[in-house]
């Protein structure tokens, strides 16, 4: 059974960081892209970030890139989001995502496997 579980979410001031990190279990996590995306409460969900299985590329969006960082650890089946100089409009739902796909996955759709989310709040 494939599972996704986020954690280190929580209420930071403007300007400071969280990890986020995304434990998986059930498949061949070495084998996966992995992705985050964020929903923002009354917004569609947004992508923030990628990681490619079979090259390590990454790629973020103009709205985070320089501030978050997407990370994985193999042997650890879990896959990380560092977010510095973080900003009020960074406040939404966090969640991760799992892909066979190598292309597709800046879109929701590229991504078969889910988490449940993680809340990240930015105070002014």
């Known amino acids: 059974q494939v599972q996704l579980v986020e954690s280190g979410g929580g209420l930071v001031q403007a300007g400071g960081s969280l990890r986020l990190s995304c434990a998986a279990s059930g498949f061949t996590f070495s084998r996966y892209s992995m992705g985050w995306f964020r929903q923002a409460a009354g917004k569609e969900r947004e992508f923030v970030a990628f990681?490619?299985?079979?090259?390590?590329?990454?790629y973020y969006p103009d709205s985070v890139k320089g501030r978050f960082t997407i990370s994985r650890d193999n042997a650890k089946n879990t896959v990380y989001l560092q977010m510095n100089s973080l900003k009020p409009e960074d406040t939404a739902v966090y969640y991760c995502a799992a892909s066979t796909n190598l292309s597709y996955l800046t879109m929701e759709s590229g991504y078969a496997h889910w988490g449940q989310g993680t809340q990240v709040t930015v105070s002014s």
């Open positions: 990681s490619v299985w079979i090259d390590g590329r990454t």
